[in-house]
Nanobody, 115 residues
């Protein structure tokens, strides 16, 4: 059974930081590309950051320089370090795993940026 479990969300003030984690089980984690998406209320889900199985990364323009995606294959975990958070970063953040035609999603974790 495949599981992706996100954690680390919460309430933070503008300018603050959070680190999201996504722990995977039931997959050969090192083979999978991993990604973080987010979805704000009444908006579409979109890609925030991506890391390939080899460690190459890509980011949405709006988070470049503020967010960092990383992975620890020994722990089957992908992280999203979020710095200098803005109110517009408020959303539910989802972890996704992809390998060829296989795709799995976590349940999401809420991030709220507010003073």
């Amino acid at each position: 059974q495949v599981q992706l479990v996100e954690s680390g969300g919460g309430l933070v003030q503008p300018g603050g930081s959070l680190r999201l984690s996504c722990a995977a089980s039931g997959i050969m984690f090192s083979n999978y590309a991993m990604a973080w998406y987010r979805q704000a209320p009444e908006k579409q889900r979109w890609l925030v950051a991506f890391i390939s199985s080899g460690g190459s990364t890509n980011y949405a323009d709006s988070v470049k320089g503020r967010f960092t995606i990383s992975r620890d294959n020994a722990k089957n975990t992908v992280y999203l370090q979020m710095n200098n958070l803005k109110t517009e970063d408020t959303a539910v953040y989802y972890c996704a795993a992809r390998f060829r035609s296989l795709e799995y999603w976590g349940q999401g974790t809420q991030v709220t940026v507010s003073s």
